[in-house]
T-cell receptor, first 112, second 116 residues
Framework: DGGITQSPKYLFRKEGQNVTLSCEQN?????MYWYRQDPGQGLRLIYY???????QKGDIAEGYSVSREKKESFPLTVTSAQKNPTAFYLC???????????FGSGTRLTVV | GESVGLHLPTLSVQEGDNSIINCAYS??????FIWYKQESGKGPQFIID?????DKRQGQRVTVLLNKTVKHLSLQIAATQPGDSAVYFC???????????????FGSGTQLTVLP
């Protein structure tokens, strides 16, 4: 079955650590996105990528980094510069001409 | 800045009744709107979409209405069932994007609770 896989489902980070969230899709979608969701709030765009080796900052990119070395993969690194990283992170993808996103099941990141 | 907002953060309905979830948007350039359903601890799932050249679109038990004059969007769920309990988000296409990526702006969501 085609879809988006995010891992891990739960992640704990110590202060000052960098952590990487995985996002893989087998939908052959060109575009991929990372969103952050805080309790009781909507989704906020962190980064997006339209093609391999290209990505753009979203509304809240500070403290995050991404790479797009393969069409199927769009990992997100939460760096120590992100002061409030505890949140639910969602990865999504879309194809040319289709406005709708397909979302992964999310990764819940907690700072301990 | 542009934003998408919801009138009510929570909505409780009796099982079998119809539900109406509202959404206001402010970007007059938005040309595409989507409703998503998000169950606890899961990613959002597509429910229904509508383009700005339409006023109404129907799916299975769901209807989306678009009123461009007042920039208002609503989702109607017929014969609400316990499985409909979730957070519902509206999203609008952020105008001006090009290429394969489509930036969506999401509202804060409405928690729908179906009462037995």
């Amino acid at each position: 079955d085609g879809g988006i896989t995010q891992s891990p489902k739960y992640l704990f980070r110590k202060e000052g650590q960098n952590v990487t969230l995985s996002c893989e899709q087998n939908l052959n979608h060109d575009a991929m996105y990372w969103y952050r969701q805080d309790p009781g709030q909507g989704l906020r765009l962190i980064y997006y990528s339209q093609i391999v080796n290209d990505f753009q900052k979203g509304d809240i990119a500070e403290g995050y980094s991404v790479s797009r070395e393969k069409k199927e993969s769009f990992p997100l690194t939460v760096t120590s510069a992100q002061k409030n990283p505890t949140a639910f992170y969602l990865c999504a993808s879309s194809t040319v001409g289709n406005y709708g996103y397909t979302f992964g099941s999310g990764t819940r990141l907690t700072v301990v | 800045g542009e934003s998408v907002g919801l009138h009510l953060p929570t909505l409780s309905v009796q099982e079998g009744d119809n539900s109406i979830i509202n959404c206001a948007y402010s970007n007059s350039a938005s040309d595409y709107f989507i409703w998503y359903k998000q169950e606890s601890g899961k990613g959002p799932q597509f429910i229904i979409d509508i383009r700005s050249n339409m006023d109404k679109r129907q799916g299975q038990r769901v209807t989306v209405l678009l009123n461009k004059t007042v920039k208002h969007l609503s989702l109607q769920i017929a014969a609400t069932q316990p499985g409909d309990s979730a957070v519902y988000f509206c999203a609008e296409n952020k105008g001006g994007t090009s290429g394969s990526a489509r930036q969506l702006t999401f509202g804060s969501g409405t928690q729908l609770t179906v009462l037995p």
